[in-house]
């Protein structure tokens, strides 16, 4: 790829981060259908969505974030990832949210899914604790009835076997504390990657980091990020400092990826943050004085083993890292989902194919490449260009009566929409897109998620709330039709 900066070898092949708002997915999706989306089960409407490469989970935190502001609906997320080292960040994630609060704290959570979601060094004892959360998750893969027990809302089933003893592998290296530092030299490899995206500018890197800080971030609508937070990310890694800047020397291993690597904006961030886990937080749960949350009866040794605690209105399930293009060859999957999101970096994906799967009616949104700053904007006009094509071809048509966006792309299914993928090979697999992975030079997680530039807090001033060019506001609920 060719940009303003260079040839952009410095890029990667892994997104940590999304490159859009958060959105509250009940919004995006069409109204309830009471004849076709009820659980028979629990008499409730059910909504299916289909995520492509959404990989931080900043869309399905917002919508159960929502949730009580709509009428009672339960939710299954099928998210499908590139790599298993972001699945196995969603579950992470997920383990945090549904942490019982009377063992962690509101603020303490918030601080430490900042930390592991957005930098390079954590403090010790964040590193203590994704250790210990990842030998769990480590025990728990590979034995599907604990899992079921002890996490409800995860589902692991569709994976395939050699990728659940990858997914394990992923967990085993978290929770290692074998060779320290060594066994992955964080700052080393930051640095290593920097010097890769600037080149020759690299001795420059300050006035480099201003020119892009104003040129660019604040050019597409993220005003609200400081230089000093700018600065001090792209040199170490660390967007959100939160403690003394000495405390920050362990290495983050969730961000190790098989293919390698006033009011400021932290500030803002660690705001929404919590009012997000705050309004987690109110799902009804056992209280501790009730029922101890960690202990149920175990094994026929007797030993004692975590209890399930936290939501059942909701259950993500995990799917092969391959399969878009061969889910509608199975009747659970055709025509299932009411609601499809494609991020920009799996675009490539989106085929009749992955159309079959979603139900007449139904949805799609796709991210685009607005906050690939890099971009000159005849390639973000081409890119958006592509974006039509491609939903055109999967048997969708632009939503009539939708905002204008740069950010996302909206359509709709017509009820009479039947691509034609009879003659495709069902083990095709499409050609590797060109990498759209944001370098760290561009995207900084002050300003690539949970910030103006894509935030998993800040709402989508697109999605519920009326269109405004303030990225900046904090958290609020949107308020739902009639």
Same mark, same amino acid.
């Given at each position: 790829?060719?940009?303003?900066?260079?040839?952009?070898?410095?890029?990667?092949?892994?997104?940590?981060?999304?490159?859009?708002?958060?959105?509250?997915?009940?919004?995006?999706?069409?109204?309830?259908?009471?004849?076709?989306?009820?659980?028979?089960?629990?008499?409730?409407?059910?909504?299916?969505?289909?995520?492509?490469?959404?990989?931080?989970?900043?869309?399905?935190?917002?919508?159960?974030?929502?949730?009580?502001?709509?009428?009672?609906?339960?939710?299954?997320?099928?998210?499908?990832?590139?790599?298993?080292? !972001?699945?196995?960040?969603?579950?992470?994630?997920?383990?945090?949210?549904?942490?019982?609060?009377?063992?962690?704290?509101?603020?303490?959570?918030?601080?430490?899914?900042?930390?592991?979601?957005?930098?390079?060094?954590?403090?010790?004892?964040?590193?203590?604790?994704?250790?210990?959360?990842?030998?769990?998750?480590?025990?728990?893969?590979?034995?599907?009835?604990?899992?079921?027990?002890?996490?409800?809302?995860?589902?692991?089933?569709?994976?395939?076997?050699?990728?659940?003893?990858?997914?394990?592998?992923?967990?085993?290296?978290?929770?290692?504390?074998?060779?320290?530092?060594?066994?992955?030299?964080?700052?080393?490899?930051?640095?290593?990657?920097?010097?890769?995206?600037?080149?020759?500018?690299?001795?420059?890197?300050?006035?480099?980091?201003?020119?892009?800080?104003?040129?660019?971030?604040?050019?597409?609508?993220?005003?609200?990020?400081?230089?000093?937070?700018?600065?001090?990310?792209?040199?170490?890694?660390?967007?959100?400092?939160?403690?003394?800047?000495? !405390?920050?020397?362990?290495?983050?291993?969730?961000? !190790?990826?098989?293919?390698?690597?006033?009011?400021?904006? *932290?500030?803002?961030?660690?705001?929404?943050?919590?009012?997000?886990?705050?309004?987690?937080?109110?799902?009804?749960?056992?209280? !501790?004085?009730?029922?101890?949350?960690?202990?149920?009866? *175990?094994?026929?040794?007797?030993?004692?083993?975590?209890?399930?605690?936290?939501?059942?209105?909701?259950?993500?399930?995990?799917?092969?890292?391959?399969?878009?293009?061969?889910?509608?060859?199975?009747?659970?999957?055709?025509?299932?989902?009411?609601?499809?999101?494609?991020?920009?970096?799996?675009?490539?994906?989106?085929?009749?194919?992955?159309?079959?799967?979603?139900?007449?009616?139904?949805?799609?949104?796709?991210?685009?490449?607005?906050?690939?700053?890099?971009?000159?904007?005849?390639?973000?006009?081409?890119?958006?260009?592509?974006?039509?094509?491609?939903?055109?071809?999967?048997?969708?048509?632009?939503?009539?009566?939708?905002?204008?966006?740069?950010?996302?792309?909206?359509?709709?299914?017509?009820?009479?929409?039947?691509?034609?993928?009879?003659?495709?090979?069902?083990?095709?697999?499409?050609?590797?897109?060109?990498?759209?992975?944001?370098?760290?030079?561009?995207?900084?997680?002050?300003?690539?998620?949970?910030?103006?530039?894509?935030?998993?807090?800040?709402?989508?001033?697109?999605?519920?709330?009326?269109?405004?060019?303030?990225?900046?506001?904090?958290?609020?609920?949107?308020?739902?039709?009639?």
């Amino acid at each position: 790829m060719t940009t303003p900066a260079g040839s952009g070898a410095g890029f990667g092949s892994v997104s940590w981060w999304g490159l859009s708002p958060a959105l509250d997915l009940q919004a995006e999706s069409p109204p309830v259908d009471p004849d076709s989306q009820t659980d028979a089960e629990h008499e409730t409407p059910q909504l299916d969505v289909l995520l492509l490469g959404s990989v931080d989970g900043r869309h399905l935190l917002r919508t159960l974030a929502c949730a009580k502001l709509w009428s009672p609906r339960r939710f299954r997320f099928y998210v499908l990832e590139s790599n298993l080292e !972001a699945v196995a960040r969603h579950m992470l994630i997920f383990s945090l949210v549904v942490e019982d609060p009377e063992k962690m704290g509101l603020q303490e959570r918030s601080e430490t899914f900042l930390e592991v979601w957005g930098n390079a060094l954590l403090r010790p004892p964040v590193a203590a604790f994704v250790r210990a959360q990842a030998n769990h998750l480590a025990q728990l893969v590979p034995e599907p009835d604990r899992l079921a027990k002890q996490l409800p809302w995860i589902s692991l089933g569709a994976l395939k076997f050699h990728e659940r003893d990858a997914l394990e592998a992923v967990f085993r290296f978290w929770a290692s504390e074998e060779k320290g530092p060594a066994a992955f030299p964080m700052s080393r490899l930051w640095d290593s990657r920097l010097r890769h995206y600037l080149g020759s500018r690299y001795d420059a890197r300050r006035g480099v980091s201003d020119w892009d800080l104003h040129m660019k971030l604040h050019d597409r609508g993220a005003r609200v990020i400081h230089i000093r937070e700018f600065r001090r990310w792209r040199d170490t890694g660390v967007a959100f400092e939160l403690r003394d800047s000495s !405390a920050y020397h362990v290495p983050n291993r969730t961000l !190790a990826s098989g293919r390698l690597l006033n009011h400021n904006a *932290g500030e803002i961030t660690q705001h929404n943050v919590t009012e997000l886990f705050r309004a987690l937080t109110a799902w009804e749960r056992p209280r !501790a004085s009730e029922v101890d949350p960690m202990e149920v009866p *175990g094994e026929e040794d007797g030993t004692r083993e975590r209890a399930a605690a936290g939501p059942e209105f909701f259950t993500v399930h995990f799917l092969p890292l391959h399969s878009s293009q061969t889910l509608h060859h199975k009747t659970c999957y055709k025509e299932q989902f009411q609601l499809l999101y494609v991020a920009c970096g799996m675009v490539h994906l989106l085929s009749p194919e992955l159309g079959a799967c979603v139900a007449p009616g139904g949805h799609l949104i796709v991210e685009l490449a607005r906050y690939l700053v890099d971009l000159r904007q005849e390639q973000l006009q081409a890119f958006t260009a592509r974006v039509r094509e491609l939903a055109q071809a999967a048997g969708f048509a632009p939503q009539p009566g939708a905002r204008p966006s740069e950010t996302f792309a909206r359509f709709y299914k017509s009820r009479n929409s039947a691509p034609d993928c009879t003659n495709l090979v069902e083990e095709s697999r499409p050609p590797t897109p060109e990498v759209l992975a944001p370098p760290p030079g561009l995207l900084a997680p002050a300003s690539g998620v949970l910030v103006p530039a894509s935030g998993v807090l800040v709402p989508s001033h697109e999605a519920t709330n009326p269109p405004s060019e303030d990225l900046t506001q904090p958290l609020q609920g949107g308020t739902p039709p009639p």
